[in-house]
Every structure is written in structure tokens, then in C-alpha cells.
């Protein structure tokens, strides 16, 4: 993992995959940077993590359907929320005309 870096190098204008890279990984948190080019989660496959995750649209759009919930959740640059563990998620879609750039923060809040 690097020490310091910039999100915004070396952005790659089409990714056959979408890019996942660890930013920090410690004590039950992991920060990371993933970059989308039109991805979206396989039909009828759903995220359902152990950790909550809290994401931050830097740029690029994407749209987040839940599967508790009729409405989907389209970011923009600027938005964020906070996705509690085990609640079932999907992307439905990323921009496909430039590189979408989301920050994801993994941790476990104890309850």
C-alpha cells in the first residue's frame, strides 16, 4: 500500500474489470479507492457485505438499487452514504464516458 499517492493519476479511460485498490488496511478498517468505467454488478447478483461501508462519489455518477427499498440512489460527485452490513446492494450502473472514482470505507461499528 502506498504511503501517499493522487486519486486522480493514472486513471485508465476503459477497464475490462473494475479497479479495486487498498488505500489503508488496519485494525478492521480498510479504505479503498475503486474506479469504474461502465461497470455495473452482474444481474441478479447482490453485495452483501460483513462491515459497514461508507462511499464518497468523487467523480463520475453511479446508480445503487437496495434490495430492501423501491428506490434507487443515483450519486453524483460530492454524495455519500453509509451502507450498513448486511444490507443487500447493487450497482445498476457507472458512467461509461468517463472514469468513475469512489473512495469506500470498510469498518465495523460495534452495537
Do not use: C
Not at 10 to 32: A, I
Amino acid at each position: 500500500m502506498p504511503a501517499d499517492g493522487n486519486l486522480f493519476e493514472s486513471l485508465p479511460e476503459r477497464l475490462s474489470e473494475e479497479l479495486l485498490e487498498k488505500l489503508v488496511e488496519q485494525d478492521g478498517l480498510r479504505l479503498e479507492r475503486i474506479v469504474s468505467t461502465g461497470h455495473a454488478t452482474p444481474e441478479g447478483e447482490w453485495y452483501e457485505q460483513e462491515t459497514d461501508e461508507w462511499v464518497v462519489m468523487l467523480t463520475g455518477a453511479a446508480r445503487l438499487r437496495f434490495d430492501d427499498a423501491e428506490e434507487v440512489l443515483t450519486l453524483k460527485p460530492g454524495d455519500y452514504l453509509l451502507i450498513a452490513a448486511g444490507r443487500r446492494h447493487r450497482v445498476d450502473w457507472t458512467d461509461s464516458d468517463s472514469p468513475t472514482v469512489w473512495l469506500a470505507l470498510h469498518f465495523r461499528i460495534p452495537y
